[in-house]
């Protein structure tokens, strides 16, 4: 079992930033590829930004590329998502997601997952 804890949301201005951290405890952290997947009140979980579990690759959806950068300390047992140039669209409560396999845009892939932290950028 893995249990994860999002810290780092908050209220930002559109243009700003945040840090959104991830701690893990349980199985081996650095057994799993981590994710941060967002959600809107009647949407689908979306996702965000994964990375491998070594940290040597890292995908990310196309709406945050260039502007959200993941990483992970596996000494740490953390992951975190450095969110810069926040729009008012990024506006979500934002998950930590873990699993087993390698990396994967599907939400129903992770068998674990924190729960959330909201994000809220105004305009």
């Known amino acids: 079992q893995v249990q994860l804890v999002e810290s780092g949301g908050g209220l930002v201005q559109a243009g700003g930033s945040l840090r959104l951290s991830c701690a893990a405890s349980g199985r081996t952290f650095s057994d799993y590829t981590k994710a941060w997947f967002r959600q809107t009140p009647g949407k689908e979980r979306e996702f965000v930004a994964a990375?491998?579990?070594?940290?040597?690759?890292?995908d990310y959806a196309d709406s945050v590329k260039g502007r959200f950068t993941i990483s992970r300390e596996n000494a740490k047992n953390t992951v975190s998502l450095q969110m810069n140039v926040l729009k008012p669209e990024d506006t979500a409560v934002y998950y930590c997601?873990?699993?087993?396999?390698?990396?994967?845009?599907?939400?129903?892939?992770?068998?674990?997952w924190g729960q959330g932290t909201q994000v809220t950028v105004s305009s």
């Open positions: 990375i491998t579990r070594s940290g040597g690759i890292s």
């Open positions: 997601a873990a699993m087993a396999g390698g990396l994967s845009r599907r939400s129903s892939g992770y068998g674990y």
